[in-house]
């Protein structure tokens, strides 16, 4: 990635998505098969549950779905993004470790924590650096509301970036050992609990039918979570009401996303590593994860949690309203 390549041209950085080819991108072919793959499968299971499986196994696929959508998110929101990537806790506890590791963040669907981390670590740099051209799910690089949404919610999953100094950096960062463990048997467990955990539960129960069942759950469960967190790096960036201070992102105090991370998104990005979403009474009200993060607080499973004083966030809100005039 060359700095003259992603010279930005009126506020933008590219002007359609077949540039981006010229700059250094190139196809992921194993993750445009795997996605694609999920959500076909999620489409033809579905239709066929809902038409054709009787009823005891569509409620059955359906908790599955629940379940699922639960705890992927919960494992995104509480474990990968706040305590791991914004180091939200001061100490996390092999137990917390194991926990989502070996089992809840692989239902998230969408990568290792390790290679989570990496990017959304890229995502926030920018609001330090400026170099907007290294975010990898940026909504302002196109001259349009569509482009932006596209990229930043779907699209940029499906390429392979160009490599910068600040990826390799971010990707080569060493975390606790059972997340570097997660890294290399990722494959393995995904495999595992979003295929043969399903498919087998439901044919030792229910046959063939069984089997179909659960594993239509489980494809169906997959997308809403990927789309779910998705959400966050694109509506939280384009639309809202209180703009934040060092990034594009836009409080809405409506849309709770994957567990509280889609409402105050603009405190987020102003206070990266507060184990809370949001500021004030709204942040309370609509962040079902920082009651997870308390719990496992009160249980001595985590230690040490960081938040902004209210003299920062003040500071902040202050701030944001002489921006505005
Ligand atoms: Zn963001
Ligand atoms: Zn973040």
Redesign the pocket.
């Known amino acids: 990635m060359t700095e003259t390549a992603l010279e930005p041209d009126n506020g933008t950085l590219y002007q359609t998505f077949g540039e981006l080819f010229d700059k250094g991108f190139t196809l992921d072919k194993g993750t445009i098969t795997f996605v694609s793959s999920i959500h076909v499968a999620a489409l033809v299971l579905g239709l066929w549950l809902f038409l054709g499986a009787p009823s005891e196994w569509v409620k059955l696929a359906m908790l599955w779905v629940g379940v699922q959508f639960v705890l992927g998110s919960l494992s995104t929101t509480l474990y990968t993004h706040r305590l791991i990537t914004h180091n939200a806790a001061k100490q996390v506890s092999a137990p917390v470790h194991l926990f989502f590791c070996v089992f809840g963040q692989v239902f998230s669907v969408q990568g290792s924590v390790k290679a989570w981390s990496a990017n959304h670590a890229l995502?926030h740099g920018v609001d330090r650096h400026g170099k907007t051209e290294l975010d990898p799910y940026s909504a302002t690089w196109f001259p349009n509301a569509t482009r932006n949404f596209i990229w930043s919610h779907t699209l940029t999953h499906l390429l392979s970036h160009p490599r910068s100094d600040e990826y390799h950096r971010s990707h080569n960062v060493q975390r606790h050992p059972i997340i570097m463990w997660q890294a290399k048997t990722y494959g393995l467990l995904t495999t595992f609990w979003l295929f043969l955990f399903p498919m087998g539960l439901g044919f030792w129960f229910g046959g063939w039918i069984g089997f179909f069942s659960l594993m239509a759950g489980s494809m169906i469960g997959s997308v809403l979570v990927q789309h779910n967190t998705w959400t966050?790096?694109s509506v939280?960036?384009m639309w809202g009401t209180t703009k934040g201070l060092r990034?594009s992102?836009v409080n809405n105090y409506i849309w709770l996303g994957p567990l509280g991370e889609g409402n105050h998104?603009a405190d987020h990005?102003d206070f990266p590593r507060d184990y809370r979403n949001g500021f004030g009474w709204s942040g309370w009200l609509l962040d079902p994860t920082r009651y997870g993060i308390l719990l496992l607080r009160g249980l001595g499973m985590v230690r040490g949690l960081n938040r902004a004083t209210p003299e920062e966030e003040a500071k902040i809100q202050a701030a944001r309203k002489a921006a505005v005039r």
């Open positions: 995502h966050v790096n939280t960036h990034s992102a998104h990005h």
